[in-house]
């Protein structure tokens, strides 16, 4: 399986909604609205193209802030949310990859290959669905959990030197 990594621009935003809309079902409006206001990070957003050119896996960051994606936290756990968002943080907006590359080098290689840059960032904000599989994706990374609500368990990928909660 031969594949190239690239990085992706807001000219990938068709494409982008076009994934995120058929991998998890949700609608077409409301998936292009986040795109297009829940700050995406296209530069540290990569996709893999295999020898013919076509998309077969998208790593999308975001810098959205983790009260976007739960407001609960802030009812929940105010001195916890204040605490993290004075940290700098990016987040893994979508991670995506066909079926036929599950479970290869692909996802490692995409998420590898902005190592680099996150270096800038004190840990990477990661909301998994309770349905999904990639839980123990992320722990295996060293992701650790530290809330969680109906709809997601958040994680937090710590990028310098460890902190505690």
């Not at 077969?56 to 009260?67: A, F, K, P, T, V």
């Amino acid at each position: 399986m031969n594949y190239h990594l690239q990085r992706m621009t807001a000219a990938d935003s068709a494409e982008t909604v076009d994934w995120i809309t058929r991998q998890y079902g949700f609608d077409r409006r409301e998936v292009e609205s986040w795109v297009t206001h829940l700050h995406f990070n296209w530069p540290l957003s990569v996709k893999a193209v295999d020898e013919q050119g076509a998309t077969i896996g998208m790593l999308n960051m975001s810098d959205y802030r983790i009260d976007e994606e739960t407001e609960q936290i802030r009812r929940d756990n105010p001195d916890l949310l204040s605490r993290l968002n004075a940290l700098r943080y990016t987040a893994v907006f979508s991670f995506i990859v066909k079926e036929a590359y599950r479970g290869t080098q692909l996802n490692y290689d995409m998420f590898l290959s902005i190592m680099p840059e996150l270096q800038q960032y004190d840990f990477v904000f990661i909301p998994v669905m309770h349905h999904l599989k990639t839980h123990q994706y992320w722990q295996r990374w060293g992701a650790r959990e530290f809330y969680r609500d109906k709809a997601c368990v958040y994680y937090l990928l710590p990028i310098k030197t460890p902190f505690h909660l």
